[in-house]
Every structure is written in C-alpha cells, then in structure tokens.
C-alpha cells in the first residue's frame, strides 16, 4: 500500500517477512505494567497482530521513500537472508528482494540507507552474504550514539559496520540531520542508545518512520508502558512520547515496522 505525501515522496512499505512469537503470558511480560485495560484497547487498535493461541504477530516492515528527485531512501533492511544476523529467531530468509522488484525499484534505485538502529531484524539485507554492502549505490546513515557503544565482538560491529566502513559507505551522524529536501533524522533513543526515527514531510501531510520507537500496539495506546528489551526505558517512554506528540502537532501519519499496518494515525 504505497501512499504518496502531497507536494513530497512515496512512501512504499516492504514487509521483509512475519511470524507468530511468544505466548499470551510471555508477551504480557514483555511490556511490564501493561494494565487490562492496556491490552483491550490494543487488541482493538491492532487485532491482527493477537493471532492464535494469544501469540504475537509481527511484522519485521522497511519503507522506501521514492523522492521527487527520482532517487530512493530506504529505511531500514529488514532480517535478511537465510543466514542474517537475526537468523537464531527471525522468520529469515525475508523477501525483501521479490518486494522491491514487484516495486520497480532496483537496489541501484537506492542512494541512501537510513539504518534506525541496529539490531538484527533491521539491518539484515544492509550487507550481502558476500561481506559487501547489499545496495551498492548507496550511503547507509545511523547515529553515532548507535555505534559508538559496540564491543568488538558485537554481530551489529562485525557483521554489518565493519564491512560498511571498509567500503566507505558508512555515514554516522549525530542527532537531527537532514537528508535533501524531504527527509529529516530524529535522534529518539531508549530503544537502543542511537536509535533515530524518520521525518518525512510533504506539502500537504506528513509521515513519521518511528523503527522501534513503538512496537506493540500496546505502546500505542499507551506510551508509557515500557519493552523489556529497551536499553533505556526512561529514555525510551521520553522520545515514544515526544514523537507521538510531533506527529499530532504535524497531523501526520505513523509508519511502523511492526505494527500488523503500516501507516496508522497517532
């Protein structure tokens, strides 16, 4: 469901591949101090994602952003082939290929990979099986608070920074940045360390990329309900609310990588 900003981008979100985790009490543990209350007005705001047995259905989404300049930003890389960083638990290989292709755009379309953070589900086609970057035309851009903290051993350092900076891609930034003339990086940690979100703004309405800012439709209908893997969920609460709070200001759409719909309303 490609939407198209007035006077900006299209927006085209590519779901990498989706499964069903946990159980029903596993998941409640995952997002301590979820009310009853909470979980209802989630199970209304997304269904879809309660599948059977009270499992969670997740979605592992990237968006291409088709610029008026004709260029491509993707955001984000999804979990990546069969033998990808997130292969221990996510439903790998994706298909992120086949859906760009159906797209019609080619990885040589893309000209800038805005990586939101690092973990395995999001970065998983970032660098081919080969060691070189997947989308060869491309600059891939993420905060340096993100990568500042890996230890040496780190998957995320060896796997997916290392061989980007040895081929000269890497473009690490600090705080807001902007890309061209639509897009602009949000530094909103807690999730991890450096996670950044997406601003991308048009002439009439715009979109807001939140990556893991939000990752349950708990968190949706209540933002202070923390995720047990959040590094910092103080500062996870603070940008989940402050972005919620910029997209209503804006009168812009949310869109989510793992939400069972792309693009929802704040």
Same mark, same amino acid.
């Given at each position: 469901m490609e939407i198209s900003l007035p006077g900006g981008p299209a927006v085209v979100p590519l779901s990498d591949a989706s499964g069903l985790f946990e159980s029903s009490t596993l998941v409640r543990t995952l997002f301590p101090g979820a009310t009853e209350d909470d979980w209802q007005r989630a199970a209304a705001a997304d269904p879809e994602a309660f599948g059977p047995?009270?499992?969670w259905r997740l979605e592992f989404r990237c968006f291409a952003i088709r610029r008026p300049d004709g260029g491509v930003t993707m955001v984000d890389a999804g979990v990546g082939p069969a033998d990808a960083p997130a292969a221990d638990w996510a439903p790998v290989p994706g298909r992120l290929p086949?859906?760009?292709?159906?797209?019609?755009?080619?990885?040589?379309?893309?000209? $800038?990979?805005?990586? $939101?953070? *690092?973990h395995g589900d999001h970065v998983g086609w970032a660098v081919g099986p080969d060691g070189e970057?997947?989308?060869?035309?491309?600059?891939? *851009?993420?905060?340096?608070?993100?990568?500042?903290?890996?230890?040496?051993?780190?998957?995320?350092?060896?796997?997916?920074?290392?061989?980007?900076?040895?081929?000269?891609? *890497?473009?690490?930034?600090?705080?807001?940045?902007r890309i061209g003339s639509h897009v602009t990086l949000l530094l909103t940690p807690g999730h991890t360390p450096g996670h950044q979100s997406v601003l991308v703004d048009g002439a009439g309405r715009d979109l807001v990329l939140t990556g893991d800012v939000l990752v349950h439709?708990?968190?949706?209908?209540?933002? /202070?309900?923390?995720?047990?893997? /959040?590094?910092?969920?103080?500062?996870?609460?603070?940008?989940? /609310?402050?972005?919620?709070?910029?997209?209503? /200001?804006?009168?812009? *759409?949310?869109? $989510?990588?793992?939400?069972?719909?792309?693009?929802?309303?704040?």
């Open positions: 047995g009270g499992t086949e859906l760009m292709a159906r797209a019609g755009i080619a990885r040589t379309d893309v000209d $800038t990979v805005v990586l $939101t953070h *690092l970057p997947y989308f060869t035309e491309a600059a891939y *851009l993420v905060q340096r608070d993100e990568t500042a903290p890996l230890a040496p051993d780190a998957p995320a350092l060896t796997r997916v920074v290392a061989p980007l900076r040895r081929a000269g891609v *890497l473009r690490e930034v600090a705080g807001r940045h439709a708990v968190q949706w209908v209540s933002p /202070e309900v923390p995720y047990a893997y /959040e590094s910092d969920p103080v500062s996870a609460r603070a940008s989940r /609310e402050a972005l919620l709070e910029l997209a209503r /200001e804006r009168g812009a *759409l949310l869109g $989510t990588p793992h939400l069972t719909r792309p693009f929802v309303e704040p």
